[in-house]
């Protein structure tokens, strides 16, 4: 099968000693220099490999739709007929950060070294058997990230049901409404076709009189379960009346309305074959 990648010539023939053909142009002059300077830093992401988001070094391949690539990723790729859309599926590829204005690009565990690093935004960190992650996380207004690592064994580990192992990264967004707190969630990277994720938010509080009696009045039981939407973040965040929102009113929370919330996380991963 003929390969989709054709190696970029930055050596002009003519140049070579003994050439007959025409003298190399002279230098531009100072002006042009600048514009193209200003056109480069201007689209910084063209001298980057489209598949590992690296700054691109000789020798650099290009496929018959434009798309360009670093010669380690070409031979990644060759013999697969596969080009720039090998990206958009692949799920160790690199994923943006979604801080606003800024154009971070990296690895899962870059990308959680900048989390904490740069922005300063939580991230509970979880490792669990099975193919369920089940824990109690203290969200904050804003970015909150929690990071599941499953590891194949446990439950659903019988024969014929394979657990599905790795990290999974997970934003927890949390926004103030006139009602209360909306919180959406989102998995940050590209999941397997096969696979499907399910998530259960749960928030409880029990409630008892002012007096010294400490009387018990009631109780309230919130719960959603939330189809998991991927996003690789390239774009930026959906909106957020786009996304399936858990909400928690103001009336629940009561005087710990200004506080963090304390919410039960449950994460599958399920199969969809």
């Not at 480069?40 to 063209?46: I, S, Y």
């Not at 496929?63 to 080009?83: A, E, I, M, Q, Y």
């Not at 996003?231 to 965040?237: A, P």
């Not at 009561?254 to 991963?269: L, T």
Request: aromatic fraction near 8%.
């Amino acid at each position: 099968m003929e390969e989709p990648w054709t190696d970029f010539d930055f050596d002009d023939d003519n140049d070579s000693p003994g050439s007959s053909g025409p003298a190399a142009p002279p230098p531009p002059p100072l002006e042009s220099a600048a514009v193209a300077a200003y056109v480069m830093a201007d689209d910084a992401d063209v001298l980057d490999c489209s598949v590992c988001c690296l700054p691109l070094k000789p020798p650099i391949f290009q496929c018959d739709v434009g798309h360009v690539v670093c010669s380690p990723c070409r031979d990644k790729l060759r013999g697969s007929s596969k080009c720039h859309s090998h990206r958009q599926s692949c799920p160790h590829a690199p994923c943006r950060c979604p801080g606003k204005d800024c154009g971070f690009i990296g690895s899962l565990t870059a990308l959680l070294d900048h989390f904490a690093g740069t922005h300063g935004w939580p991230c509970t960190t979880r490792t669990r058997a099975g193919k369920t992650c089940r824990c109690s996380v203290r969200l904050s207004d804003g970015f909150n990230f929690l990071l599941t690592e499953l590891t194949g064994d446990g439950e659903g580990g019988g024969r014929g049901a394979a657990t599905p192992s790795g990290k999974y990264l997970f934003l927890l967004n949390v926004a103030r409404q006139e009602v209360g707190r909306a919180i959406f969630v989102l998995f940050v990277g590209r999941k397997p076709a096969t696979k499907a994720l399910k998530c259960v938010l749960t928030y409880s509080r029990r409630h008892h009189d002012a007096s010294g009696h400490h009387k018990f009045l009631g109780s309230h039981l919130l719960q959603s379960e939330i189809n998991v939407e991927c996003w690789d973040l390239s774009t930026g965040l959906p909106s957020p009346k786009d996304c399936f929102q858990f909400i928690v009113p103001d009336f629940v929370l009561g005087e710990h309305k200004d506080n963090a919330i304390q919410v039960k996380i449950s994460i599958s991963v399920v199969d969809l074959e």
